[in-house]
């Protein structure tokens, strides 16, 4: 029997155990296919949303894909043939299930699905890693709890802004991610949808790095770090940190997923 592992929600930790004896969850209906060939220079990729029973995942690569069913929230520690974050090897997910079931369950259907799809075989291992830790600050959360189906079409993720009216702390890892090019890892223990607002002033582009000379006055920036801000606005904060964590280790995955 091959072992399975269930991801903890916190701090993306892996823990081994052995598959239950009843049938795993699986959704009603699924379809998971390759990624059509791109058009242009731009691709739009959809790295996981779950609404209403709805799994939808675009343009993805197999890793983005064992983040979301896992709630991975960095590349870092998924490790396996190099295809698997290969931009180039994408697929296309859409999956449904009842309108009301909730998001750890989808998580787990959606592993099935994988599973089944890519004939996987993975293990654990601890790997010494630098990140960043992001924890809740002195004082609490500054942001509210919100229903799973609150409305989302107005989110916002760009340079200097962060406005969510539905978001969980694994996607807000993944956007924070970007704008600061840090490794994240999940300490909150906050597992639900959050409304969320943040605005920072980005870090000056011309610096020694790239002019030969320190910035000026002028180019300072005037308002918060995305740091800063995090804390005093979201009461977040990230840590530096150095410590062994788990990472799923993939030992086969097929490159061409079975079949609808």
């Given amino acids: 029997m091959v072992p399975r592992f269930v991801l903890a929600l916190g701090g993306a930790l892996l823990a081994t155990g052995l598959a239950p004896a009843q049938p795993r969850p699986a959704f009603d209906v699924a379809s998971l296919k390759p990624g059509l060939p791109i058009q242009g220079d731009r691709i739009n990729i ?10 939808t995942l675009g343009n993805a690569s197999l890793a983005d894909c064992l983040r979301f ?4 929230t960095n590349n870092e520690q998924i490790d396996g043939p190099d295809w698997m974050k290969d931009k180039s090897v994408r697929f296309d ?5 009842p309108p009301d079931t909730p998001l750890p369950r989808l998580r787990e259907m959606l592993q099935t699905l994988l599973d089944e799809r890519f004939k996987l075989q993975f293990h654990t291992a601890q790997k010494n890693m630098e990140y960043m830790a992001l924890v809740v600050a002195k004082g609490g959360p ?3 709890e919100v229903p799973e189906d609150t409305e989302a079409a107005g989110n916002i993720f760009s340079i200097g802004k962060i406005v969510s009216n539905r978001i969980t702390m694994a996607t807000l890892i993944t956007v924070l991610s970007r704008f600061t090019g840090e490794t994240i890892v999940d300490f909150t223990n906050l597992k639900s949808w959050y409304s969320v607002s ?3 002033t980005p870090e000056p582009r011309r ?9 000026e006055a002028a ?14 606005q979201l009461g977040l904060k990230l840590e530096r940190r ?4 788990d990472v799923m280790v993939v030992d086969y995955a097929e490159r061409v997923p079975l079949g609808n």
């Fill in 219 to 232: 180019d300072l920036p005037l308002g918060p770090s995305i740091y800063s801000a995090m804390q005093s």
């Fill in 198 to 200: 943040l605005e920072w």
């Fill in 142 to 144: 500054k942001f509210s």
């Fill in 69 to 72: 069913a896992y709630n991975i």
């Fill in 242 to 245: 150095k410590t062994p964590l």
């Fill in 46 to 55: 959809n790295l996981g949303t779950a609404r209403h029973g709805v799994v």
């Fill in 93 to 97: 997910i859409q999956a449904k299930a």
């Fill in 207 to 215: 610096d020694a790095a790239t002019t030969g000379r320190p910035p």
